[in-house]
């Protein structure tokens, strides 16, 4: 069988963490990379790939089977993946929640127009954390719901720090409360404050001679970013900075508590512990490009998301093969 | 829009789990339960539904959207599925893993035979457990899945105990090993055996009089059942006995350990712990009842299992409730 033909726009951390999951992949392989920088300029690491501008994507068109969009979600992917979708079968990680209903409407009015087809939001949060909050509440239809982040580094957090003047570096780590977790776990049912679910902390490399308890207080006051919060902030010297802030954590926990018949608890509990956000959110992408694939194959034309998904679409084993060693 | 009429067969402790959770499911009714028995002699808790002797189930083909089957998979499985598969969309919990690729085949054949939908194998494991291990093994293609069962009763186990002469009563728990799970979810990778996944907790009333010494010995050393294992055993008085294991709670976990990119750990870790499992088994078995009428109105005809069926059918909400509020 042919492999699936895929190509990747935007090659930052997730694009690279994307082609390196293609490697993991051996259905699959890695065609082209598009940017918008100079083609020239960019080198790649897999042999034999393409670089073409975004502008040029259309002329890729019988190339590639899907395209893998790599760009952010607050000014990129709203015009990307409509976009792209004329051309090409699209998987975007379009993650501002509040915004998917636009999103998807967009996509899907172009998808139906050019006979392609869209998966958007998805990842881990979108997307994995999606599922289980559906599968859970479609199971126990009684209950509560909960999700935590962290451990994990928030890069719009750590922005927000960064713009604060006397900083010269900085990261935010956003921290599930344990003892929440706990009440959730026992089936305590608690109402939980922004407070009470996530501590933030901080850690910040300050210019030469900053005033640091200014610092430390204009963090941990930042209206919607910290004030809500228990804030730590603990300043350290750029050398160990980079040396131990250097990695890209993240994960978290999607758990519901649930009651059956005459008030039996039933307790659901989802977690990720991620060495690296960008590369798992790629393997995401990358199994729901190989959905796409056969999605396409059947005729399937429109937006889609996890949801609409079934599981089976996103191995490369058999429904046979399924059945016997995965069931 | 009507409700889905629901039929149930078989009124065992799943049966009657499946009958509280068609209560939490306002757009579901439980129409009709089918019995071996005499139908005289059976008493539905939920007014109005009608009881049926299982030989005359055809005569209720008009009057019920979905049957959810709920006898047991060594003989009542294998028989009834394909037999009412004939006349009805059906649903089973069939959790001889060894025998699925067989049950499926004959099920889908009188599927497609009569124009109609059977999922089968719908449960936790398999069932939920099983779409963890698959997502997970499509997400990270490079690691290792583990899954671990309890602490919960294993039925198998405690007859086995209960066979055994000069034992009045006994239950058996099967409870992981706390020292296996660290190991996995640290990323270590463990080749675990039997003896290193699990023990075996057994609670005893021996006759009066009986050899304590004896049962004790014949339980630890039994084959298959116990000699893998390290195993209690635990005499107690019936009334005691009778007090504190009078529950069916069960649970368990699948622990994913996957590396990415350039020798990046990734753990996926789903665990579920019920307080009961027949009752947290039939809320499962109901959600696919409605998927199950979804795929008919959709003209889909033959075998399934939860690998076949996007999670978006399993929800009462509509796809932009669900985009809205769950992804």
Same mark, same amino acid.
């Given at each position: %069988?042919?492999?699936?033909?895929? =190509? @990747?726009?935007?090659?930052?951390? #997730?694009?690279?963490?994307?082609? %390196?999951?293609?490697?993991?992949?051996?259905?699959?392989?890695?065609?082209?990379?598009?940017?918008?920088?100079?083609?020239?300029?960019?080198? @790649?690491?897999?042999?034999?790939?393409?670089?073409?501008?975004?502008?040029?994507?259309?002329? &890729?068109?019988?190339?590639?089977?899907v395209v893998i969009l790599c760009g952010g979600s607050a000014t990129d992917?709203?015009?990307?993946?409509?976009?792209?979708?004329?051309?090409?079968?699209?998987?975007? +990680?379009?993650?501002?929640?509040?915004? @998917?209903?636009?999103?998807?409407?967009?996509?899907?009015?172009?998808?139906?127009?050019?006979?392609?087809?869209? &998966?958007?939001?998805? =990842?881990?949060?979108? *997307?994995?954390?999606? #599922?289980?909050?559906?599968?859970?509440?479609?199971?126990?239809?009684?209950?509560?719901?909960?999700?935590?982040?962290?451990? *994990?580094? +928030?890069? =719009?957090?750590?922005? $927000?720090?960064?713009?604060?003047?006397?900083?010269?570096?900085?990261?935010?780590?956003?921290?599930?409360?344990? !003892?929440? #977790?706990?009440?959730?776990?026992?089936?305590?049912?608690?109402?939980?404050?922004?407070?009470?679910?996530?501590?933030?902390?901080?850690?910040?490399?300050?210019?030469? *001679?900053?005033?640091? $308890?200014?610092?430390?207080?204009?963090?941990?006051?930042?209206?919607?970013?910290?004030?809500?919060?228990?804030?730590?902030?603990?300043? &350290?010297?750029?050398?160990?900075?980079?040396?131990?802030?250097?990695?890209?954590?993240? /994960? =978290?926990?999607? %758990?519901?508590? /649930?009651?059956?018949?005459? /008030?039996?608890?039933?307790?659901?509990?989802? +977690?990720?512990?991620?060495? +690296?956000?960008?590369?798992?959110?790629?393997?995401?992408?990358?199994?729901?490009?190989?959905?796409? !694939?056969?999605?396409? $194959?059947? /005729?399937?034309?429109?937006?889609?998301?996890?949801?609409d998904v079934a599981p089976s679409y996103l191995s490369p084993l058999s429904?046979?093969? #399924?059945?016997?060693h995965l069931l």
């Amino acid at each position: %069988m042919s492999k699936i033909r895929i =190509g @990747i726009a935007g090659y930052g951390n #997730l694009g690279k963490g994307v082609e %390196m999951a293609i490697r993991q992949n051996d259905d699959m392989e890695l065609v082209c990379v598009f940017t918008r920088r100079d083609p020239a300029s960019v080198s @790649i690491k897999t042999p034999g790939v393409e670089v073409v501008s975004m502008d040029d994507m259309a002329s &890729m068109k019988d190339k590639i089977d899907v395209v893998i969009l790599c760009g952010g979600s607050a000014t990129d992917l709203p015009e990307q993946t409509p976009a792209v979708a004329k051309y090409f079968p699209v998987i975007d +990680s379009f993650d501002t929640h509040a915004n @998917i209903p636009v999103h998807f409407a967009n996509v899907d009015k172009v998808c139906k127009e050019n006979g392609t087809i869209a &998966m958007i939001s998805v =990842g881990w949060d979108p *997307g994995m954390f999606s #599922l289980n909050r559906i599968y859970a509440e479609s199971i126990l239809r009684q209950g509560s719901t909960y999700t935590f982040w962290g451990k *994990g580094v +928030s890069q =719009g957090h750590s922005d $927000a720090i960064r713009r604060i003047k006397g900083v010269k570096n900085a990261i935010q780590y956003t921290v599930p409360v344990e !003892a929440a #977790l706990e009440a959730v776990r026992n089936c305590e049912n608690p109402e939980l404050t922004t407070r009470q679910k996530h501590t933030r902390e901080c850690y910040v490399v300050a210019e030469e *001679g900053a005033d640091k $308890a200014a610092i430390e207080a204009e963090i941990v006051n930042m209206p919607n970013y910290f004030s809500d919060y228990d804030t730590t902030v603990t300043f &350290m010297e750029e050398d160990e900075f980079k040396a131990t802030h250097n990695k890209m954590p993240h /994960g =978290g926990f999607v %758990m519901r508590s /649930g009651v059956t018949g005459a /008030g039996t608890n039933q307790m659901i509990e989802y +977690s990720l512990k991620l060495g +690296s956000n960008p590369e798992f959110t790629a393997c995401v992408l990358v199994a729901y490009a190989r959905a796409a !694939a056969r999605m396409v $194959a059947e /005729g399937q034309t429109g937006a889609r998301t996890v949801f609409d998904v079934a599981p089976s679409y996103l191995s490369p084993l058999s429904g046979e093969e #399924l059945r016997a060693h995965l069931l």
